[in-house]
């Protein structure tokens, strides 16, 4: 029997959280793909985790209690899946971006390709705005398209003329904020993509950019191997966490907002506190993280590493990793 959407209760007090992670800790493996993982996420009930891989293929688990079941393979593309994005409010719609040239739109109820949109270049990022209403995926020459999900065609382009690392929108969809490879992060208006601000966020390359679920923060990580977390309305930094020691790859904020998870070539995530910048827990890794997502309803964390297989370790591992899972 499938269970209902189960949200956990925030725990407030930074010494619970410590404890509760003390002895949910276990960490399950999965195998997904026949080469390496770059892109994780749940769907907006949490009920599903899709993973989009360098095998050209985007695999699709159901959570059920404490497990992962794989439910079906996606095939259509026929370059790398580089990253993947959900849509915020419809749990059975998911969006890929692809190396093939285009963006793909899945269904996991119908288990049917919904839509294939062709676009300029080798797409490596893609984030659906939180209205639904569209889409923006960059490519490796630093074009964002923007595509409307009513007709799912592309309706703006704009070419920039610095790195574009990665994107991603505010809550209520009218900003849009991209990092760039001088350490800032721009803010443009949407769907007018006027450039209302840039911060200067890092001395280094800025990688990747989060916002929180609850709206209150973003953070963005750099070459600098430093996360820095933002307030969204302020614009101000309010704090720096700095336990990595190489590039930040990766990012992803707790469904509460609390907890933030910073990944990169260091043998662990860090879970830090948003709240005071303390660490409240590590995830031990044997290889460099390319992507970590929270759940968004309970304290559970998704992740791939650039594993290779045993006995010989050459050849990439497809696997993907839970963690968070009471050790009882």
């Known amino acids: 029997m499938k269970e209902s959407k189960q949200t956990q209760t925030p725990i407030e007090d930074l010494a619970e959280l410590r404890s509760y992670f003390a002895s949910h800790n276990v960490v399950r493996e999965y195998i997904a793909h026949s080469s390496k993982v770059h892109s994780v996420g749940w769907s907006c009930d949490g009920r599903k985790l899709a993973s989009g891989s360098f095998d050209k293929s985007v695999a699709i688990f159901n959570l059920e209690r404490n497990r992962l079941v794989q439910d079906f393979i996606f095939k259509g593309h026929t ?19 692809s190396g093939d040239k285009s963006v793909r739109i899945w269904d996991t109820r119908s288990h049917k390709c919904a839509a294939a949109i062709s676009t300029k270049g080798e797409n490596i990022n893609i984030a659906w705005s939180p209205s639904g209403a569209t889409i923006a995926v960059g490519n490796k020459e630093d074009l964002v398209s923007f595509i409307d999900t009513r007709n799912y065609k592309v309706v703006v382009e704009e070419q920039f003329n610095f790195e574009v690392n990665e994107i991603s929108w505010n809550s209520s969809s009218d900003l849009f904020f991209l990092t760039n490879g001088l350490g800032c992060v721009h803010i443009l208006t949407y ?40 307030d969204v309305h302020e614009l101000a930094c309010l704090r720096v966490f700095s336990r990595l020691e190489w590039p930040v790859r990766t990012l992803s904020f707790s469904f509460d907002g609390r907890l933030l998870a910073s990944a990169s070539e260091d043998h662990i995530i860090d879970i830090g506190d948003t709240e005071t910048g303390e660490k409240v827990a590590e995830i031990p890794v044997q290889a460099a993280t ?18 290779k297989e045993p006995p010989e370790r050459k050849r990439d591992a497809g696997n993907l990793k839970l963690w968070g899972l009471s050790n009882s």
């Open 79 to 97: 370059g790398s899946v580089d990253q993947l994005c959900w849509h915020a409010s419809h749990p059975d719609l998911l969006s890929t971006a």
């Open 191 to 230: 769907p007018g993509l006027e450039l209302q601000t840039v911060l200067k966020a890092h001395p280094g390359t800025c990688i990747c950019i989060e916002h929180d679920p609850t709206g209150r923060y973003f953070a963005t990580g750099s070459a600098d191997a430093l996360v820095s977390l933002w």
């Open 290 to 307: 390319f992507t970590v997502a929270w759940h968004p309803s309970r304290y559970l964390v998704a992740f791939a590493c650039e594993d």
